[in-house]
């Protein structure tokens, strides 16, 4: 009687385990889409970025909008740091990843399409 009262236990008590690692499973493996489908999004973005020629004039146009309050009207700096010479400090993934990723707060995250980032990134080579 005892006996079999126990096993049933063991049977409920594996049943939740395997119930618990099965959810767990599904969490992990949503997770692991989510990142992977971001990944490679940015990824596209960046590849697209760099395979385009962009220009140094639109560049300076979007920088004028966009970047002037923080960076100073000739990138010298004001609330942001100096841009003169940081291409030579950041590599372009790295310098995409700093206009578009919002990671360094006050900086906001500038949500700009390939062309424009490629001007932009035009620009910043034409300051070193
Ligand atoms: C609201 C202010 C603000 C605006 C607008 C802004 N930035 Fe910045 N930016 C900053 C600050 C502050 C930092 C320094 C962040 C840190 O490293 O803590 C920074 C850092 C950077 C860096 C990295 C500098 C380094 O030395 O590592 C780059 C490149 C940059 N900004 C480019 C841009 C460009 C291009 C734009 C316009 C599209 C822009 N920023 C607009 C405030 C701003």
């Known amino acids: ?8 236990a063991e049977k409920d008590f594996k049943r939740e385990f395997l119930k618990i690692v099965f959810v767990l499973f599904g969490v ?5 889409s989510i990142f992977i489908v971001n990944h490679r999004g940015n ?5 697209e970025t760099l395979e385009l020629n962009g220009s140094a004039e639109e560049g300076d146009a979007l920088f004028k909008i966009n970047c002037v309050g923080c960076h100073g009207i000739t ?16 590599n372009d993934k790295e310098i995409i990843k700093q206009v578009t990723g919002g990671l360094t707060p006050p900086m906001p995250s500038f949500e700009i399409d390939p062309v424009n980032m490629s001007n932009l990134l035009k620009y910043l080579h034409s300051l070193e």
Do not use: E
């Not at 990824?43 to 590849?47: A, G, M, R, T």
């Not at 990138?75 to 950041?90: E, Q």
């Open 1 to 8: 009687m005892s006996t079999s009262s126990s096993t049933a």
């Open 43 to 47: 990824n596209k973005y960046i590849i």
């Open 28 to 32: 992990l493996l949503v997770c692991f």
């Open 75 to 90: 990138a010298r700096g004001l609330v942001g740091p100096d841009l003169h010479s940081i291409t030579l400090r950041l």
